[in-house]
């Protein structure tokens, strides 16, 4: 071997080696994972001082935005049953319910049991005594139609039919003059086309004695409930598919119904005015024409108040009755054909729901 031969093999030794060195340096710093350029080298500078900055605030003169929302606002569905915060309805007035399930005294939002019989009608009369029917009859009901007078839990009868299998008594009202309590009643006699009569009676509870006031019904035709006030007796009677408003004094004089703006009579029909009903006094005048509430003053024969009542409740209504500026709905429920719970309505359009079923009756 001559000397270029003996510098190419030491030349290629050195490089060989110089290889294998940075190789392995380069394994070890993968190995170790040093990544030498993310070390920050070591700052010598001197630190700097940054001046704060002032910013002057400069009100916003540019216009509102005015946001109309895109969604139409959302109207709360209307309940089916409204109970208004009461106005012209006394709260302390004494209200009676009869059903089935007993008799029922009402004073605002509480109720308390008298009795527990079944019942039609019931009247707190003056002297504090419950004035009652079990039943009230149609043409030739079965039952017990007496009337009966409860104090203080015991049940006395006060009339009762001489001949049950051809006599039904229909219990109308009571009023209370005098210093006495006075009982509207009604005899219903016989069967027969020619037979058949009903005779009207005032009861006094102070002599134990009946008044008649005359026929007011014959085979086919007769009254429903009738209600007295001052000198007037009101109500509606009936005659197969004709109804009529029942108007007259005490002595058996009749008023002509055109005198308040009514028909003499209604031949079938749903919406025409029905449920006459006079208050204690004799000043005002009610029925109900469809959904509407009527209340006429009797001295003036005005309408002194219209009230809508619950869509749909004028055709299920069965008896009203009226007392200062507040009148008591009793109605059928639609659902079941039972009397349901009574409605108070105020003259001025306010109303409240009784807590009990049944047929309700204003303390005399």
Not at 187 to 205: I, M
């Amino acid at each position: 071997m001559d000397l270029d031969d003996r510098k190419r093999s030491r030349r290629s030794a050195l490089l060989g080696a110089g290889s294998l060195v940075l190789t392995t340096v380069v394994m070890i710093v993968v190995l170790l994972g040093v990544d030498l350029g993310d070390e920050p080298a070591p700052d010598t500078l001197a630190p700097t001082t940054v001046a704060p900055t002032t910013t002057d605030l400069v009100p916003d003169t540019s216009p509102a935005i005015d946001y109309t929302p895109t969604e139409p606002p959302v109207t709360p569905a209307k309940p089916t049953t409204t109970t208004i915060s009461p106005t012209t309805i006394p709260l302390d007035q004494r209200i009676v319910v009869a059903s089935p399930a007993g008799i029922t005294a009402v004073v605002g939002s509480s109720s308390d049991s008298i009795d527990s019989g079944s019942w039609a009608v019931a009247i707190l009369s003056g002297d504090g005594s419950i004035i009652a029917q079990h039943v009230w009859p149609g043409y030739g009901q079965p039952g017990d139609t007496a009337i009966h007078r409860i104090v203080d839990g015991v049940e006395t009868v006060l009339v009762a039919p001489a001949d049950p299998a051809n006599q039904w008594i229909r219990l109308h009202d009571v009023i209370a003059e005098g210093g006495s309590d006075k009982i509207l009643y009604s005899v219903k006699n016989g069967l027969g086309f020619d037979s058949a009569f009903e005779e009207l009676f005032l009861f006094d509870l102070a002599t134990n004695a009946s008044q008649s006031l005359g026929v007011i019904g014959g085979w086919e035709d007769g009254p429903g409930r009738l209600s007295i006030g001052g000198n007037l007796i009101v109500g509606e009677t009936f005659s197969q598919i004709e109804s009529a408003p029942f108007v007259r004094r005490r002595d058996g004089t009749a008023i002509d119904p055109n005198s308040f703006g009514l028909a003499a009579s209604y031949s079938d029909c749903a919406i025409c005015p029905k449920a006459f009903a006079v208050d204690e006094r004799g000043a005002h005048l009610v029925w109900v024409e469809d959904d509407l509430l009527v209340v006429v003053d009797l001295a003036t024969a005005e309408r002194v108040a219209e009230v809508k009542l619950v869509t749909g409740l004028g055709r299920d209504i069965d008896t009203l009755e009226i007392s200062g500026e507040t009148v008591i709905v009793n109605a059928h429920d639609r659902n079941t054909g039972v009397l349901g719970r009574p409605y108070l309505y105020g003259f001025d359009g306010t109303s409240v729901r009784l807590p009990v079923e049944g047929s309700a009756t204003f303390a005399r």
